[in-house]
């Protein structure tokens, strides 16, 4: 292949991909292997599970590359996957929730109470504002990435992000979190 | 009050605490671990790659060409002269609720999402399409089933006068035409209504009955946050509004809403509004075609639904829907006590109560008001008669509900406590 896979847009690679051109799939799991384990993370709360959940979603979207008629919607199609197998996977731990924050604050240190208490608020938002926060801030995602995976206007992307974020911040500030912990404010 | 954009330490707080651990894919491995997959999508092959071909750098291309670096040139001079003239007046203004106010009146279309505090995941959400002087024409709304336990979740369209109802729990669809209903239904779409919430904001502003705070962050890509807080002589002063304004088309993405409660203002919920002004297909507006084939209907446009009251008072006409009822009952007149229970057809009417025998009826009235002030209706409490299973025993009924039929003035129906 001539093309570096990095230039090509989704649709593209997509149409290739669905013509059995297993390099373009490749350029797809290597452009949204990330966000798709950023996703699962959100759901399962667990980094390894995650990575699992995003192995499994390429497998069902390789084998279902076929029926995808808007190849435009890729990372839409790809993120509804990726939804489903990390809930399936939660449901199979016997899970009803991703994270149980108050079984682990014994024995830690400040810096881990802090970080627990950052991930506790970020999985206190309701799961449409938890995916955009993780998907912000688990890799660094730019709002185009985003707005494409979760399928939702950049304006929204900005909108919604900016809100999540002062729940988190209210909810810090409740327990007792705030920007001189570090350094800054 | 505190600038949230200040908080720069926040994004660095989430990073630390949910980054990646920067793991690189890999797809060589994923390959090898699932041949299956990679058979699959490599079956599809007809025989030679379909490598997508590089889409031509059209921009590159053109601005190699000298006359086009002349033209451009000349562009950017022409340009510039232009927006020296122009500076003083391109200096944009701060925002003011009236800027959102003229904005929406370019709104034709809207989708709204209600969520409150205690049920996140299941918002209310409303379909709106309007006329060319910003009336609501039509509007759809989904009610989760929290909203209204016992009646399940809901499926509702509003057009002008006439409202259809889908209950999916009971399968049932209510269609009526009253405007006594419409305006109700009317009522729960303006509630959610960006529009109106800030006309009312700037109108309670000019009297001085609320206070707002502006945060116009000079980042554009940030919302301009509006703090309204209701003051003690307004109609709700324990109440504060925050909308969150898109700084291009000055349109409100959301609005959440806080409470004061122990010295502190408690999140109850949050509104937010998607897809303005994109085209709603209008068969969102009407549930006909949605509506499972075996789903009771219940159309009180086209049908004589319940008694009419005649000379009766109200109280004695509420008594009398109930004694004719069921004496049908006994008579096992379904189509009779169809009528009289909000016009439910007679086979649905045997189905759900054709397993019981009704043998007599021991004590009927006096009517009251209602419990609950909203139904608009009576009591009449009874006491019948039952064979079910063998066994004879007595159906006491507390609740059983009687009021005027919707668009139909003068006829009263049994309406619930059943």
Redesign the interface.
Known sequence: ???KSE???DE??V????????????AL??RY??PM??LA?SVLGD?DLA?DAA?ET???A??K??TLRHSDKFAAWLASICRNVARSILRSKGQSAAVDFQECVENQNDEEN??DA??EA?WKL??ADREL??M?????FS?AQISSVLDISP??V???L??A??????Y?RRSGF??E????? | MER?E??????????????????K?D?EK??A??P???E???????GR???????LNIGRIIMKSPITKLAAAAVIIIGALVSINLLDKSIPKAYALVHTIEANHTVRYLHIKD?SSEH??EPKEIWVECGELGQIENARMHMPEWDSPDDGAKAIVWNQNKVQVYFKKKNLLFIAADKTVADRMLMLVQECDPRLAVKRLYEQKTAGKVKIEIDEPSDK???IVVTATYLPESSSPHRRVVL?V?Q??KLV??T?FYQLKDDEYQ?TG?Q?Y?DYNQTIDAKMFTLDAEVPADVMRIDQTIQDVGLAQGNLSDEEVAVEVARQFFEALIAADYAKAGKLLEGIPADRMQQELGHIKYLRIISIGPAGPHPNPKTGGLVVPCTVEIEKDGQISEWKLNRLGVRQVFNQPGRWTIFGGI
């Open positions: 292949m001539t093309l230039e090509c847009c593209l690679l149409e290739a991909a669905q013509n059995g051109h297993l390099e373009s799939f490749g799991y290597e292997h990330s384990v950023a993370y980094r990575e192995q390429f497998a069902i390789c084998q590359l076929g802090r970080r950052i991930r970020v309701r799961p926060i993780v912000r801030y688990y890799d660094g709002q304006q929204a900005n909108g919604r900016f809100r974020k002062r729940k988190i911040a209210k810090l705030t920007g912990d570090y350094g800054t404010v | 949230f200040d908080q720069n330490w926040l994004d660095e707080a989430l990073t630390e605490a949910i980054g990646s651990e920067g793991k894919p797809f994923w390959k671990e699932h299956e997959a990679v699959m999508l490599t079956s599809r092959a007809d790659p379909s490598a997508p071909t590089r889409p969520f996140k995941d890509t940030k919302p969150f898109d291009a088309t993405t959301a959440e999140y949050v937010e998607y």
